[in-house]
C-alpha cells in the first residue's frame, strides 16, 4: 500500500501503525498499538489475536494479503481483552477458524459488561461485541498449517486468568499475548474485575514462559521480547507488586501508598514511556488483592489523574469568564485548575450549549497533559459527555460539532481509525451562521487531517490551504503543511 508522506516536520504528520518484523522463517510480528502474529505454513495462515477494532484488523488483513498466498484458515484469541479480539469477525468473514481457550470463553461471556463499562469510562468508541469462538483451544490442542505446528497450551494465570501461549514448535517463538509486555510501562490489567496479583502467579507464568527455551517471544504489546526485555518487565512486576504489598502491611491507606510509591519509584522505572498502562494502575491492581475495595475492578478507588488545581477556583461572573479563566489555567500549566473551571461551566450552566462546549473544550486540552491513554479518560470522558449534552440541547452547535471531530480525528493520525463520524459532524459545523473565520478554518485543517490519516495527502493538502483562506494566519494548518 502506498501512502504519500506527510512532510516530516509536521506535527500532524500521519503515523499510522503497523509493520512486520520477522522473529524466525515464517513467523511475522505485526506492531501496533496491540501485537498480532501471523504465522505462515505451506498450506495456510495463522494469526494470533485480531486486533483493537475493525479498522486495525482491515489494515493487517490488507497486509497479510499483500505479502502472503496462503489463506487465513486461524485466528486464535490469547486472552479475552478487547484489544486482541475485535478483529474477530473480520478474520472470520475472511474464512479463519476462531479458536479460544476454554476459560477465555468463559471470560468473554461473563466480563463483556464490565469490561465495556470500563471502555465507556475511558472515553472509547466500541465496536459490536467480539465474535464468539468456533473451536476451543483444548479440543483442538495443536493446528498444523503445512510444515508449521502450533501448539496451544493453557498459561498461567498473569494479566488475566484466561491466557493461551501459542508455541511455534519447529521455530521455537512463543506468542505470549499479555503475560510478557515490552516498550512501555506493563499494563497489569483492566479494572474489570478483581483479580488482583498479591500473590505469585504472575512469575510463575514467567517461568512458564522460559521453560520453553524460546529463540524469541512475541509480547501483547511492544517490540518481540529477549531474555533482557523478560527481566526487565519481571523486575518491573515485582518491583510494584513488592512495593504496594509493604505499604499495606503497613496499615496506609490507599491514598498515601499511591503517593509514596510514586514519589519514589526508582528511575529505570520513573523513565519509562506510558501508553496504556501506568504504575497507578499497577498499584492499585496489586491493592485489588490485598483489600477489599467493596465492589470488581478499582475504578473506583483510583485518585484523579490530573494534580490538584495549584491556585484557587476564580470568581468568574458569566461563561466567557469561567472560559477565559480555564484558557489561563492552561496557559500557566495549571490542568487540575482548567478542569476545576470546566466543572464550573457544567455545573453552573448545565443546560447551555455554549457553556457545556466551552467546558469540554477545557477538558479536552487538560488530557493533553496525561500520557496514558487510560489516564486521558478522567478528561476525555466528561468531555464528550458535555458535547453530547450540548448537542442534545442544539443539534446545531458548530463549536461542539468541531470539538467532537477534533477529539476523534487527532487521535486517528496515529490509530488509523474511520474519521467518517467526526467528518459529518465537520459538515454539519459549518452551517452554524455563528462561526467566524478562525471556526472555519479548524473546519478546513480538521478536513485535511482526516483524509492525511487515511492516506490522501493531496486531498489533505487542499483541505489545509483552504484553511489558510479563511485565516491566513491559523498556525496548526500552517504546521500541518510544513
Ligand atoms: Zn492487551
Excluded at 479563566?325 to 485548575?337: H, N
Excluded at 490522501?456 to 490551504?465: K, N
Aim: contains cysteine; proline residues 7%; glycine residues 8%.
Amino acid at each position: 500500500m502506498s501512502r504519500p508522506a506527510a512532510p516530516a516536520a509536521s506535527p500532524f504528520r500521519a503515523q499510522v501503525p503497523g509493520g512486520f518484523s520477522e522473529l524466525a522463517p515464517g513467523v511475522h510480528l505485526w506492531r501496533s498499538i496491540v501485537n498480532s502474529t501471523v504465522i505462515v505454513g505451506r498450506d495456510a495462515i495463522a494469526v494470533i489475536d485480531t486486533q483493537v477494532n475493525r479498522a486495525a484488523a482491515g489494515r493487517l488483513l490488507t497486509a497479510i494479503r499483500g505479502r502472503f498466498r496462503q489463506p487465513v484458515r486461524w485466528a486464535v484469541n490469547t486472552h479475552y481483552h478487547w484489544d486482541h479480539t475485535n478483529g474477530n469477525q473480520l478474520f472470520a468473514d475472511a474464512g479463519a477458524v476462531i479458536v479460544q481457550g476454554e476459560r477465555t470463553v468463559h471470560a468473554t461471556a461473563t466480563r463483556q459488561d464490565r469490561q465495556k463499562a470500563f471502555l465507556r469510562s475511558r472515553g472509547f468508541d466500541l465496536d459490536p461485541d467480539p465474535r464468539p469462538h468456533d473451536r476451543t483451544a483444548e479440543e483442538l490442542g495443536a493446528i498444523d498449517l503445512g510444515g508449521v505446528t502450533l501448539e496451544l497450551h493453557r498459561g498461567h494465570d498473569a494479566e488475566t486468568a484466561d491466557p493461551t501461549l501459542v508455541w511455534v514448535r519447529e521455530s521455537r517463538v512463543l506468542c505470549a499475548g499479555d503475560t510478557v509486555m515490552t516498550g512501555s510501562f506493563p499494563i497489569l490489567g483492566q479494572p474489570n474485575q478483581r483479580e488482583g496479583f498479591e500473590n505469585e502467579d504472575w512469575f510463575a507464568a514467567l517461568a512458564q514462559v522460559r521453560d520453553f527455551a524460546p529463540v524469541a517471544v512475541a509480547p501483547g504489546h511492544g517490540p518481540a521480547a529477549d531474555a533482557g526485555a523478560l527481566d526487565l518487565f519481571e523486575r518491573t512486576l515485582r518491583w510494584i507488586r513488592d512495593a504496594t504489598v509493604a505499604e499495606h502491611a503497613a496499615g496506609r491507606p490507599l491514598a498515601e501508598a499511591i503517593a509514596r510509591i510514586e514519589a519514589t519509584l526508582p528511575d529505570w522505572i520513573r523513565t519509562m514511556s506510558e501508553v496504556w498502562g501506568t504504575p497507578r494502575y499497577a498499584v492499585l491492581r496489586v491493592w485489588c488483592g490485598l483489600a477489599d475495595l467493596g465492589e470488581p475492578g478499582f475504578m473506583h478507588a483510583k485518585p484523579p489523574a490530573l494534580p490538584p488545581a495549584r491556585a484557587p477556583l476564580p470568581a468568574a461572573a458569566d461563561i466567557a469568564g469561567w472560559r477565559e479563566a480555564g484558557e489561563q489555567a492552561l496557559e500557566g500549566g495549571d490542568p487540575g485548575l482548567a478542569a476545576a473551571c470546566a466543572g464550573a461551566l457544567r455545573d453552573r450552566w448545565p443546560d447551555d450549549a455554549d457553556a457545556l462546549a466551552a467546558a469540554a473544550e477545557l477538558w479536552l486540552q487538560a488530557s493533553r497533559s496525561l500520557r496514558s491513554v487510560l489516564e486521558k479518560g478522567d478528561c476525555l470522558r466528561p468531555a464528550l459527555d458535555a458535547l453530547d449534552r450540548a448537542l442534545a440541547i442544539e443539534p446545531g452547535h458548530g463549536r461542539a460539532r468541531i470539538a467532537r471531530a477534533r477529539s476523534r480525528i487527532l487521535p486517528a493520525l496515529r490509530s488509523g481509525d474511520p474519521t467518517a463520524g467526526a467528518e459529518a459532524d465537520l459538515d454539519r459545523a459549518a452551517d452554524d451562521h455563528r462561526l467566524g473565520a478562525r471556526d472555519h478554518a479548524e473546519i478546513h485543517w480538521l478536513r485535511g487531517l482526516a483524509r492525511r490519516a487515511r492516506g490522501d495527502e493531496d486531498g489533505a493538502s487542499a483541505c489545509l490551504r483552504r484553511a489558510l483562506r479563511s485565516d491566513p494566519g491559523f498556525a496548526p494548518a500552517l504546521l500541518a503543511l510544513r
